[in-house]
């Protein structure tokens, strides 16, 4: 009762370079799948800025392993799913943060590789993880939607709605905290598009590193890959649907609507 219900967004269409991941946000030398790796590990081995081996459970099927190559760390709603439910809106700092998000553990979670890519990119309306983990699975899916602020379309609802009714009995779960930067729940969710506000390209004259407390722009116009652009971090999509970022490069100093 707390998503709002509304069909996904195809326009612009998603390009998973819009949410930058895995980062080192803490500067530990660890990036957020080790991190999250660390975390289930039930070994408790010690790991540098690399955890290679230890014991994890994937939870989507229950098998074991004690290597982390054969593992995914699984954004249980995925990327491309978070765009179209309400992330193609955002701003490129939000992204980043759900990309990343070591705030909430169901956001990410280790799984075994062949699992994590039979899900895909796939809502509970079209993969569904083995019955005795079903009803877990979609009432973390809707906490996690809940955290963002994202939308679930009507399929997806009514998938929900048939695990939740049939074998979650009295289940219940624990709401997480709205992630920060999101409207205050009374506000949110989004009913419409949002405004986008354009980024003017002018040429910047050097890098900018925008502040923490003013999130990057986005550009509601179509960008001309190559130009000159401001402020950094802003994205912005071309006239063939492709999203750019306003960044410098290793031989430009100059910020430009780069790939």
Not at 159 to 184: D, F, N, Y
Not at 202 to 210: D, F, G, I, L
């Amino acid at each position: 009762a707390r998503l709002e219900v509304r069909a996904e967004v195809t326009s612009p269409r998603y390009e998973r370079s819009a949410f930058r991941h895995w980062v080192d946000a803490d500067g530990d030398c660890q990036d957020t799948r080790v991190e999250v790796l660390v975390r289930e590990d039930r070994a408790g081995s010690r790991h540098g800025c690399r955890a290679t081996t230890g014991t994890w459970v994937s939870w989507l099927d229950g098998r074991t392993s004690t290597a982390s190559r054969g593992l995914d760390v699984d954004h249980l709603v995925a990327l491309a799913e978070a765009w179209g439910s309400g992330a193609y809106a955002w701003t490129w700092s939000t992204r980043e943060a759900f990309a990343n998000d070591l705030g909430y553990e169901w956001s990410l979670r280790a799984v075994t590789a062949s699992v994590n890519r039979s899900k895909s990119d796939r809502d509970p309306a079209g993969w569904l993880p083995a019955a005795a983990v079903r009803c877990e699975y979609v009432s973390r899916w809707m906490a996690v939607k809940y955290r963002w602020g994202l939308s679930v379309d009507p399929a997806e609802r009514s998938a929900i709605l048939r695990i939740l009714e049939g074998s979650c009995g009295g289940a219940s779960v624990v709401l997480p905290a709205l992630a920060p930067g999101l409207p205050a729940e009374g506000v949110r969710p989004v009913t419409s598009p949002l405004p986008i506000p354009s980024a003017p390209a002018t040429p910047a004259p050097s890098p900018a590193t925008p502040a923490e407390s003013t999130p990057p722009a986005e550009s509601s116009k179509p960008v001309t890959p190559g130009a000159f652009c401001a402020p950094a971090g802003a994205t912005g999509v071309s006239a063939k649907g492709v999203v750019y970022v306003c960044r410098t490069s290793d031989t430009d100093p100059r910020n430009r609507w780069r790939r």
